[in-house]
Nanobody, 127 residues
Framework: QVQLVESGGGSVQAGGSLRLSCAGSGYTYSRNCMAWFRQAPGKEREGVAVISTGGGGALYGDSVKGRFTISRDNAKNTVYLQMNSLKPEDTAVYYC????????????????????WGQGTQVTVSS
């Protein structure tokens, strides 16, 4: 049974930082594309970042470029999202997602290639 468990969310003031973690189990983690998405109340789900199986390639949503960094440790079956210079508009529930195999970078934002999702972790940024 595939499980993705996010942690590291919380409340922070604008300009602060948080590091999210997503621990995976029940599948061959290192062979699969991983990503972070987020959803704020009343808004559509948004692609935050995606990372290739080996960690050498990553893409980011326009709203987080230059502030967020995605990384992965395949030995620990864990993917991370380092979030710096946080803004109130970053407030959302953040979800970890795992795909089946290599990333299709052209359409990652749709979320369609990701079969497994975590339960989400809340990030709240106050002004």
């Amino acid at each position: 049974q595939v499980q993705l468990v996010e942690s590291g969310g919380g409340s922070v003031q604008a300009g602060g930082s948080l590091r999210l973690s997503c621990a995976g189990s029940g599948y061959t983690y290192s062979r699969n594309c991983m990503a972070w998405f987020r959803q704020a109340p009343g808004k559509e789900r948004e692609g935050v970042a995606v990372i290739s199986t080996g960690g050498g390639g990553a893409l980011y949503g326009d709203s987080v470029k230059g502030r967020f960094t995605i990384s992965r440790d395949n030995a620990k079956n864990t993917v991370y999202l380092q979030m710096n210079s946080l803004k109130p508009e970053d407030t959302a529930v953040y979800y970890c997602a795992a795909g089946n195999g290599q990333c299709s970078f052209g359409r990652w934002r749709t979320g369609a290639q990701f079969s497994y999702w975590g339960q989400g972790t809340q990030v709240t940024v106050s002004s």
